[in-house]
């Protein structure tokens, strides 16, 4: 079955509660205070009955100056929009105003209504019938049917319900992926017996009996003890539905506007780039670094708006800027909201969030403005890509970013396939793949480390792991040491780092020795020499000045010097030793030390030394009482 949510927009005592009990048999002014004043000041829901197959919610919301808030709070999540004008008064300030406002939040079908017929000559109706016609032109309600009824009389009721529910068949269904499960709560109460209640329209996703869900903003866990779907129990309810759900959490911890959503799949921020466009019916001009209303889903707070580029926005202008808000709030990429004026608090703009937390930007960037036009209008692998390539620092998992776009898992893994094949996108971990710009920028952070290092103790073959892992964890504000380790992995499968066991270094690396090293190594060249086959002591080599020990150190390193425990040997006496040694096995099968020892005119202790060094470098052999060839 169908799910679809219709929702009413008009001005007051334009007939809307009047029309839809006419339509459903039900009278949605039910508080007491709304059947005394004759006007609807909370959203009311119904259902249409039907033998098609839909499951039609509708919703009444208000029409009065002072609950334009609720009507916002009621038209989040609608399919499709009845815009009722009364043919006794036509068109009203508040009937531009919510006209403006379900365009701001993205309603793409709707049917313009034409009440109280009955109350008109007929031959006026035409005229009025034009009055809406040039007043919905260029919107998404151009084209819609025009349907003029009377809930007196009953004059083309039935014609209205027909054409909703041929509308209806044309909606396309929200997503029921359990993880993008999404309901603004719009009224909490409690039932005797039962508990805290709370009702809104499920946006996207599916939640079922048990689910343990989050509620956010305020980051309370609950679990669904029971859900209704128009007053009848059920397992479970879809994106689409108006829901009612019992709840484990007090009713004095939620408030209208929190969010309830899986535990981890709902981003919270203090702000968010947005494309905004002001309303044509307003006569307001809204200023750089104005405070606003900004109203989303169900919820309200106040905010700031940054503007990129120019210092006012006037109505009917576009503009796209930052919104900082007073407190946290839930939200998505692509979510719509409304702004309204600080005071008086009238409705002026509406836009979509093109970024959830989004860094602070120059206001003055012309750049800023093209990225965010790109985001606008990008499709999915673009909006991936992007999303990638700005997740630097952050490091969200995959999941974390596909939610914060609200992607399905199929959406998401169509659009990575394709920038996987094409490079753009790079695996590194089992949760996290980074987009190419991410990788260089992280290697060239890498590559400024170890210059560093290098530049503080040139001579070093490279950099110690541990410290350069510690390194890059803070510069890239890594949470995750496998993160770090992922990169470096990649950099050593790029050829671009070389592994030195304990250290590393960038490829291609070479030390450089200054004039005054150059004399330090001829010095520790020229005493090693001197000592032949016994080399020369760690004191014998002070004498070539500060720092000797990095030159020693190097020069082990890079086998100008054999380290041996008594000292140090140059590399000419090694070799000769080493081809020596080699030799007399050739000759006579097996190496004897006194032999070696004799061959070289040296005492034991330094013959020993030697060749236990050949055996640790498999040069030579000591098996069976006998030294051979490794």
Same mark, same amino acid.
């Given at each position: 079955m169908k799910n679809v949510i219709v929702g009413t927009a008009g001005h007051v005592d334009h007939g809307k509660t009047t029309l839809l009990k006419a339509m459903t048999g039900v009278d949605l002014? &039910?508080? +007491?205070?709304? $059947? *005394?004043?004759?006007i609807t000041i909370n959203p009311g829901y119904s259902t249409l009955k039907n033998d098609r197959d839909l499951d039609i919610g509708i919703i009444d919301v208000p029409g009065h100056e002072k609950f334009v808030h609720n009507m916002l709070t009621g038209i989040g999540g609608v399919d499709l929009v009845l815009l009722l004008v009364s043919a006794e008064e036509g068109i009203m300030p508040q009937t531009r105003e919510h006209f403006e406002i379900?365009?701001?939040?993205?309603v793409e079908k709707g049917i313009v209504v034409l009440t109280k017929i009955d109350l008109v000559d007929k031959e006026l109706v035409p005229l009025i019938e034009d009055e809406v016609r040039d007043m919905v032109k260029g919107s998404f309600l151009e084209d819609a049917p025009l349907i003029s009824v009377s809930?007196?009389?009953?004059?083309?009721?039935?014609?209205? *319900?027909?054409?909703?529910?041929?509308? @209806? /068949?044309?909606c396309e269904e929200p997503d029921h992926e359990k993880a993008l499960a999404r309901l603004p709560i719009d009224r909490v109460f409690s039932v005797a017996g039962h508990g805290t209640v709370i009702t809104g329209t499920l946006v996207e996703g599916c939640i079922e009996k048990g689910d343990l869900l989050m509620l956010y903003p305020a980051m309370k866990e609950t679990t669904v003890r029971s859900i209704q779907v128009h007053s009848k129990d059920v397992d479970a309810a879809y994106g689409g539905q108006r829901v009612a759900l019992n709840l484990t959490l007090k009713k004095d911890d939620i408030e209208i506007g929190d969010v309830l959503a899986p535990k981890d799949s709902l981003p919270v921020t203090e702000q968010v780039d947005v494309a905004v466009t002001m309303f044509d019916s307003t006569d307001r001009v809204m200023e750089n670094s104005s405070r606003v209303h900004m109203n989303y889903g169900s919820g309200e707070v106040i905010a700031r708006i940054i503007l990129f580029g120019i210092d006012e926005l006037n109505p009917g202008e576009k503009a796209y800027g930052q919104l900082r808000m007073e407190e946290p709030i839930p939200l998505r990429t692509g979510d719509p909201f409304v702004l309204r004026f600080f005071s008086p608090v009238i409705s002026i703009?509406?836009?979509?969030?093109? /970024?959830?937390?989004? *860094?602070? !930007?120059?206001?003055?960037?012309?750049?800023?403005?093209?990225?965010l036009k790109q985001k606008e209008e990008a499709d999915d692998t673009t909006r991936v890509a992007l999303a990638l390539e700005e997740n630097r620092y952050r490091y969200l998992s995959d999941r974390a970013l596909a939610l914060s776009l609200g992607f399905t898992k199929a959406r998401w893994d169509e659009a990575m396939e394709k920038l996987l094949a094409d490079k753009t996108a790079v695996p590194l971990t089992d949760e996290i793949c980074a987009h190419k710009d991410v990788i260089e920028g992280v290697f060239e952070?890498?590559?400024?480390?170890?210059?560093?290092? !290098?530049?503080?103790?040139?001579? /070093?073959?490279?950099?110690? +792991?541990? @410290?350069?892992? $510690? $390194?890059? &964890? /803070? &510069?890239?504000h890594a949470k995750d040491d496998k993160l770090i380790e992922a990169f470096i992995r990649t950099f050593y499968d790029q050829k671009r780092l070389v592994d030195h066991g304990m250290r590393v270094e960038e490829t291609g690396f070479t030390a450089t020795l200054t004039p005054e090293q150059e004399k330090q190594w001829e010095s520790a060249e020229t005493i090693a020499k001197r000592g032949g086959y016994e080399g020369a002591t760690g004191d014998d080599l002070k004498r070539i000045g500060k720092k000797y020990e990095q030159i020693l150190k190097f020069m082990t390193e890079t086998g100008a010097l054999i380290a041996l425990p008594s000292g140090y040997v140059h590399k000419d006496y090694w070799d000769k030793a080493v081809d020596t040694a080699l030799a007399m096995i050739d000759?006579?099968?097996?190496? +004897?030390?006194?032999?070696?020892?004799?061959?070289?005119?040296t005492s034991r202790k330094y013959a020993v030394e030697l060749l236990e060094e050949m055996d640790r470098e498999q040069i030579t052999v000591f098996k069976d009482g006998k030294r051979i060839k490794a």
């Open positions: 002014d &039910t508080l +007491k205070e709304e $059947q *005394k004043r004759g379900v365009k701001a939040l993205g809930a007196y009389t009953g004059e083309n009721i039935d014609l209205l *319900k027909e054409t909703l529910l041929d509308m @209806a /068949e044309t703009a509406g836009g979509r969030v093109l /970024e959830i937390r989004p *860094k602070r !930007h120059k206001r003055r960037d012309p750049e800023v403005v093209e990225v952070n890498a590559r400024a480390i170890l210059s560093r290092y !290098h530049e503080e103790f040139p001579l /070093e073959t490279g950099m110690p +792991k541990q @410290a350069f892992r $510690q $390194q890059l &964890t /803070e &510069t890239e000759e006579a099968g097996e190496l +004897k030390l006194g032999d070696f020892r004799n061959v070289l005119d």
